[in-house]
């Protein structure tokens, strides 16, 4: 089955304490997404990857950092989380080749930073 | 950034009822829009891809045209069942070779049975 899968989908950290969401995809899909959800606020993207080894910041990136060291996994990384960290994460992922192709996303992880 | 507009922002409709949601963009640079479901507790899945003015696509009840002129796009439901009940996403993209999306805050539909 074709899916996007991220860990945690739960946690509650504390100011400081680094942390890494996990991304997973098994669709061999070259691009691959972090955004975050809001309330109020559409989705905004952090930091997106075209390619292993390539990676560039989105809308929001500041706080965060991602690797792509191989094609299926893209994890965000929140070296001393804050306050305003806590959110809804989603990563996606599609086909590089065409600016058309839509995103399949994960089923979130919802994080919140005491 | 480009902003992505949705109206209205929720609404309730009685079952059996049909339905449109709005999404404004900006016309400048546009290459396409994207239309999402999102159910509460799960993950985004894609309606529609649109790139072409006057574009219209259809999945079951649901369809969406596409004015890139005047920046606008419209979702329908026909029909609506409690089942449609979810917040409705629109996202722009304006590149080519990335697939960098803008979303709207989207419309919440409630459909009651």
Redesign the interface.
């Known amino acids: 089955e074709a899916q996007v899968t991220q860990n945690p989908r739960y946690l509650i950290t504390v100011t400081g304490k680094k942390l890494t969401v996990t991304c997973s995809q098994n669709m061999n899909h070259e691009y691959m997404s972090w955004y975050r959800q809001d309330p109020g606020l559409g989705l905004r993207q952090i930091y997106y990857s075209m390619n292993v080894e390539v990676t560039d910041k989105g809308d929001v990136p500041e706080g965060y950092k991602v690797s792509r060291k191989e094609k299926r996994n893209f994890p965000l990384i929140l070296e001393s989380p804050s306050p305003n960290q806590t959110s809804l994460y989603f990563c996606a992922s599609s086909t590089r080749d065409s600016s058309t192709g839509e995103l399949f996303f994960g089923e979130g992880s919802r994080l919140t930073v005491l | ?1 480009l902003n ?1 507009e949705q109206s209205p922002q929720s609404l309730h409709v009685q079952e059996g009822d049909s339905t449109n949601f709005t999404c404004s963009f900006p016309s400048s640079n546009f ?2 829009l ?1 239309w ?1 479901r999102w159910e509460t507790a ?5 309606l529609f ?1 649109m ?1 072409l003015n006057g574009d219209e696509k259809k999945k079951g009840r649901i369809s969406a045209t596409l004015n890139t002129k005047e920046g606008y796009s419209y979702l329908y439901i026909k029909g609506s069942q409690p089942e449609d009940s979810a917040t409705y ?1 629109c ?1 722009r ?1 304006d ?12 419309t919440r539909l409630t459909v009651i049975p």
């Open positions: 950034i992505v290459y396409a994207h999402y799960k993950s985004p899945e894609a891809v790139t996403l996202a993209n590149q080519t070779g990335a697939n960098n999306l803008f979303f709207g805050t989207g």
